[in-house]
C-alpha cells in the first residue's frame, strides 16, 4: 500500500535560528500518530541538527540534492554516504530549479537515483512541464520520458523506495496551483507509465506527488484525487502554522 506523504522542500531558506525554531515547532505540533509520512528538507548545514532536534518523532529528513559519487575530487558536492551518516532517510531529486539553474539532466538524475538507492535512502525524484510544453501539447510524452530515464535500470524491488514527485513548473513559487484535475491527470499519467515500465502492483504502490503552490486550503482537494497520494510543498513549508494547515487538512486515503 502507498503512503500519503507531505514533505516540506526548504529550498534556500532560513538560516539557524529560524530552522531550529520551524522544527521544534513541527516536533511540538505534529501528532505522533499522524497518518501522513511527514518529511522536512533544510539545507545542508542544519540537517544533522533537523535529524537531532526530530529523533523519536515521527517526522523524516530530507536533502535537497546529493552528488552520486562516493567521495573524491567534486569541490561543493555531498555523498549519499555523508547523509546516511549524519541519519538523513530521504533526498529530493532532479528539482526543476536544479534542472534549470545547475544544468541537472535525466541523465545525472539517474544516477543520483540508483547512487541514493544503493545507499537506502529514499529518492523522492521530480517531473514537471513548463507552460510552454503544457500550450505545445507534449506534457505527456516530456513526463513519460522524465518518468522513464529517472527509473532507466531500476528494478521492481527498487521501486518500493521510490517516491515520484510532479511538480509543474508553471506552478512553483507562482501561487498558480494546477487544479486538482490537472494534476490528477498527470500523477495517474506518471501511474501508467510505471505499471507499463514494471507492473499494475508496483505502481499501486508507488507513492505520486503533487508540488507547486500546494496551501493548506487547497490540500484536501488535491490529496483527494484518486492519483495524488500527498504533497511536495514549497514556501508554505517555511512556517509552521502553514505546513501544519497542510499536514491538517491532507487526506490519507
Ligand atoms: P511552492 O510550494 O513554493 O510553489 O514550491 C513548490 C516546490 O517547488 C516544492 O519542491
Known sequence: MRKTIIAGNWKMNHTGADAKATITGLVSRVPKDV????IIAPVFPYLPMAVELTKGTPI?????NMHWEESGAFTGEVSPAMLVDIGVDHVIIGHS???TYFNETDETVNKKVK??????L???ICCGETLEQREQGIMQSWIEGQI????AGLTKADMANVVIAYEPIWAIGTGKTASAAQAEEVCSIIRKKVAALYDQATADDTS???????KGKNVAELTGSADIDGGLVGGASLKVDDFMAIIDNAIVK
Open 60 to 64: 523524516h529528513v530530507a536533502a535537497q
Open 208 to 214: 505520486v506527488l503533487y508540488g507547486g503552490s500546494v
Open 35 to 38: 497518518k501522513s509520512e511527514v
Open 148 to 151: 522513464e530515464k529517472a527509473l
Open 122 to 124: 529514499t529518492p523522492i
Open 97 to 99: 530549479e536544479r534542472r
Open 115 to 120: 547512487a541514493a538507492l544503493a545507499h537506502k
